[in-house]
Nanobody, 113 residues
């Protein structure tokens, strides 16, 4: 069982940056692939970024590639999402998930134009 709590969301102007963090509980955190997803109003939840449990490449949605960076610290049981050059279309509730099996409650990101 893994419990996830996201933080770091907020309101930012277009072009600005935010750093989201996801804190996980559970002794097997390091064995999970961690993801960030997002859901905008009246849209389906969509993949944003993923980072494997060990050595391996991160992956990103085309819409955020080059602007967002996912990272993890297995010693601290955290996974972060650094978001730069934010756009109004990045506005959504952002969720972290372990193996797409366990989900946090989400954190709101709003980007004003």
């Amino acid at each position: 069982q893994v419990q996830l709590v996201e933080s770091g969301g907020g309101l930012v102007q277009a072009g600005g940056s935010l750093r989201l963090s996801c804190a996980a509980s559970g002794r097997t955190f390091s064995s999970y692939t961690m993801y960030w997803f997002r859901q905008a109003p009246e849209k389906e939840r969509e993949f944003v970024a993923a980072i494997p449990w060990g050595a391996g490449s991160t992956s990103y949605a085309d819409s955020v590639k080059g602007r967002f960076t996912i990272s993890r610290n297995n010693a601290k049981n955290t996974v972060d999402l650094q978001m730069n050059s934010l756009k109004p279309e990045d506005t959504a509730v952002y969720y972290c998930t372990a193996n797409r099996q366990y989900w946090g409650q989400g954190t709101q990101v709003t980007v004003s134009s």
